[in-house]
C-alpha cells in the first residue's frame, strides 16, 4: 500500500464549478500536509498546507483534513481554466524532514 | 521567496558519462532534497540532506551520490549514466514551517 494515494484521474470540471481533490493516507504519524500544483513541464508549487483536522481556506482554495478517516482534501471554487494542472498531495511524518507524495491527480478545466 | 535554482533546464548524456546536477539555494535553509519524476512514478525521493556534508538515503538511491560542501549547494551524482536515468529531476529546499519550494527542475535524457 502506498503511504499517501491520491486518484490519478484524468478529472474532468466544467469552468465555475467546484473542483474536489483527495487523497489518503496510511501513517497516522503524518502531522501536516500539502498540496502542490504543477503545470505540465514545470515545477511544483505549493498552494496550501494545514496541520490541524477541519478546514483551512485561502481565497479560491479549501484544504481538508480528516486525522480520525486519514483522509485529506482540496476545493477548488469557481474553477477557472487556468486550474487545470495536476495537484500533489503530500504528508510529512513528525520529527521527519522529508515529504511522501502521492502520484497526483489530473484535474481539467473545460470551459 | 526563496529561489532554489538548478543549473540546467535540459540535459542530453550518453550513457556511461557520469553527470553532475547541481542546485543552489540563497535561503539558507539546512534542508535539502533531489527527487526524480516519472510518469505514473510520482515523485520519488533519491537522497537528501539536512546539514553540510550530511546526507541520507531516500527511496531509490541506486545509482546516485550526493554532494554538500556548502550549505548552499546540494549536487546530484548520476556515476555511469543509463538509459534508467532519464527523468525529470527536482530539487528542493525546506524551511522550518512550510513545506519545500522546488527549484525548476532539470530534465535528463540519457542516450
Known amino acids: 500500500q502506498k503511504e499517501v494515494e491520491q486518484n490519478s484521474g484524468p478529472l474532468s470540471v466544467p469552468e465555475g464549478a467546484i473542483a474536489s481533490l483527495n487523497c489518503t493516507y496510511s501513517d497516522r504519524g503524518s502531522q501536516s500536509f500539502f498540496w502542490y500544483r504543477q503545470y505540465s513541464g514545470k515545477s511544483p508549487e505549493l498552494i496550501m498546507f494545514?496541520?490541524?483536522?477541519g478546514d483551512k481556506e485561502d481565497g479560491r482554495f479549501t484544504a481538508q483534513l480528516n486525522k480520525a478517516s486519514q483522509y485529506v482534501s482540496l476545493l477548488i471554487r469557481d474553477s477557472q481554466p487556468s486550474d487545470s494542472a495536476t495537484y500533489l498531495c503530500?504528508?510529512?511524518?513528525?520529527?521527519?524532514?522529508?515529504?511522501?507524495f502521492g502520484q497526483g491527480t489530473r484535474l481539467t478545466i473545460n470551459p | 521567496d526563496v529561489k532554489v535554482t538548478q543549473s540546467s533546464r535540459y540535459l542530453v548524456k550518453r550513457t556511461g558519462e557520469k553527470v553532475f546536477l547541481e542546485c543552489v539555494q540563497d535561503?539558507?535553509?539546512?534542508?535539502m532534497f533531489w527527487y526524480r519524476q516519472d510518469p505514473g512514478l510520482g515523485l520519488r525521493l533519491i537522497y537528501f540532506s539536512y546539514d553540510v556534508k550530511m546526507k541520507e538515503k531516500g527511496d531509490i538511491p541506486e545509482g546516485y551520490s550526493v554532494s554538500r560542501e556548502k550549505k548552499e549547494r546540494f549536487s546530484l551524482i548520476l556515476e555511469s549514466a543509463s538509459t534508467n536515468q532519464t527523468s525529470m529531476y527536482l530539487c528542493a529546499t525546506k524551511g522550518e514551517v512550510y513545506g519545500y519550494t522546488f527549484g525548476s527542475g532539470t530534465r535528463l535524457t540519457v542516450v
Open positions: 535561503m539558507d535553509h539546512e534542508n
Open positions: 503530500a504528508a510529512r511524518i513528525q520529527g521527519a524532514q522529508k515529504l511522501v
Open positions: 494545514i496541520y490541524s483536522n
